[in-house]
T-cell receptor, first 114, second 111 residues
Framework: SAVISQKPSRDICQRGTSLTIQCQVD?????MFWYRQQPGQSLTLIAT?????????ESGFVIDKFPISRPNLTFSTLTVSNMSPEDSSIYLC???????????FGSGTRLTVV | TQLLEQSPQFLSIQEGENLTVYCNSS?????LQWYRQEPGEGPVLLVT???GGEVKKLKRLTFQFGDARKDSSLHITAAQPGDTGLYLC???????????WGAGTKLIIKP
């Protein structure tokens, strides 16, 4: 299965600022997924990032707020822009390894906006 | 909106007891995956079931996929404190590459 390095692992940010989260995969993957999760709760998909094309955003998430880059098949970034306390959450990136191996996740970025 | 209803949402039991977590839907899934997540980490895949009626065992964990591929269960025998975590089910459909997630079950095993 793939190994994902995600950073930062946590951050405390001032409202109105932006934070960029990075995910590096140890193998080439077509699609990368970005999720948001409140502690102890399920995952909500933010967007799907394909290399060479614009990310596809889910309902309730927009590119201006959550711009995504996917410069190659092993790397992606998610930026949380103009942050407010409501953006405080855990952000996770994920890739699909194959039907028998499911999805591999990064260790998450715990964001607190003050 | 397709739903995958997971229950219970919270479970706290003593070490040595048995437990079952359920995921139910009115939709058919091509596969259903079970994950466990510990604090500060991402979810880690436990098992994928793809065939209706399939049963998979992983030590003390038994996973079942319903005959109609609409529901699944996770049974833990003789739970141990190391089983503590957030358990998530997620369904995949042929028509959509996205996973549909259950609400999660927060499991605490008390020594």
């Amino acid at each position: 299965s793939a190994v994902i390095s995600q950073k930062p692992s946590r951050d405390i940010c001032q409202r109105g600022t932006s934070l960029t989260i990075q995910c590096q995969v140890d193998s080439q993957v077509t699609m990368m997924f970005w999720y948001r999760q409140q502690p102890g709760q399920s995952l909500t998909l933010i967007a799907t990032a394909n290399q060479g094309s614009e990310a596809t955003y889910e309902s309730g998430f927009v590119i201006d707020k959550f711009p995504i880059s996917r410069p190659n098949l092993t790397f992606s970034t998610l930026t949380v822009s103009n942050m407010s306390p409501e953006d405080s959450s855990i952000y996770l990136c994920s890739v699909e390894v194959g039907i028998d191996y499911g999805y591999t996740f990064g260790s998450g970025t715990r964001l607190t906006v003050v | 909106t397709q739903l995958l209803e997971q229950s219970p949402q919270f479970l706290s039991i003593q070490e040595g007891e048995n437990l079952t977590v359920y995921c139910n839907s009115s939709s058919v899934f091509s596969s259903l995956q079970w994950y466990r997540q510990e604090p500060g980490e991402g979810p880690v895949l436990l098992v994928t079931v793809v065939t209706g009626g399939e049963v998979k065992k992983l030590k003390r964990l038994t996973f079942q996929f319903g005959d109609a591929r609409k529901d699944s269960s996770l049974h833990i025998t003789a739970a141990q404190p190391g089983d503590t975590g957030l358990y998530l089910c997620a369904g995949e459909q042929d028509s959509n590459y996205q996973l549909i997630w259950g609400a999660g079950t927060k499991l605490i095993i008390k020594p």
